[in-house]
């Protein structure tokens, strides 16, 4: 059964740099087509993409955000870090890592759905 | 980047009706479409991906359908499970957007 679990701090203050950790079982990052992403939903708010990571170290990220974000992989570890500096009150949320493969049908590769879930982690910003 | 419209925001139903859920997205991206289901204080579930594929486990009461850039979540009988937050998801594209959710709410 594939799980994804968040860990990281609970409060962080102004300008500090949060690192969040993504540790994942029954599957590698270094197989073809997996993928992790992170997301976060500010509490009563919409859920927000932020980064993704592929098994070939590929790296994407939210435009508003990209200057702030760091994904990156340990595959030996079966981990998934995501860095976002000068934090921010507004940053204040659940923070999600989820899977997502690459499938290739007929030849042509897509992404499927963030298909699992992390439980999510509750970040909060405040001096 | 493409934004998603979602409609409505708050939806009153019953147990048995039939619910429609619309997600508009503001440029073309073909399919690459998903919605999810969540409820309080949970992690979001994947239901439909590729606007009209049901993710394996999930009921065929659900069903996603696209006409161009509208795409529409039907639950065809509601059931009391279903009482949640939906969000539609676009993925053509990075940076990878949603919808800002309909809540169906009991009736």
């Known amino acids: 059964q594939v799980t994804l679990r968040e860990s990281g701090p609970a409060l962080v203050k102004p300008t500090q740099t949060l690192t969040l950790t993504c540790a994942f079982s029954e599957f590698s990052l270094s197989t073809t087509g997996m993928c992790v992403s992170w997301l976060r939903q500010p509490p009563g708010k919409a859920l927000e993409w932020l980064a993704l990571?592929?098994?070939?170290?590929?790296?994407f990220y939210s435009t508003s955000l990209k200057t702030r974000l760091t994904i990156s992989k340990d595959t030996s570890k079966n981990q998934v870090v995501l860095t976002m500096t000068n934090m921010d009150p507004v940053d204040t949320a659940t923070y999600y890592c989820?899977?997502?493969?690459?499938?290739?049908?007929?030849?042509?590769?897509?992404?499927?759905?963030?298909?699992?879930w992390g439980q999510g982690t509750t970040v909060t910003v405040s001096s | 980047d493409i934004q998603m419209t979602q409609s409505p925001s708050t939806l009153s139903a019953s147990v048995g009706d039939r619910v429609t859920i619309t997600c508009r997205a503001s440029q073309s991206i073909s399919s690459w479409l998903a919605w999810y289901q969540q409820k309080p204080g949970k992690a979001p579930k994947l239901l439909i991906y590729?606007?009209?594929n049901l993710e394996t486990g999930v009921p065929s009461r659900f069903s996603g359908s696209r006409s161009g850039t509208d795409f529409t979540l039907t639950i065809s009988s509601l059931q009391p499970d279903d009482f949640a937050t939906y969000y539609c998801?676009?993925?053509?594209?990075?940076?990878?957007?949603f919808g800002q959710g309909t809540k169906v709410e009991i009736k």
């Open positions: 990571i592929d098994w070939d170290d590929d790296k």
């Open positions: 590729k606007a009209s």
């Open positions: 998801q676009q993925y053509k594209s990075f940076s990878w957007t």
């Open positions: 989820a899977r997502i493969r690459v499938l290739t049908v007929a030849g042509i590769q897509y992404y499927h759905g963030l298909d699992v």
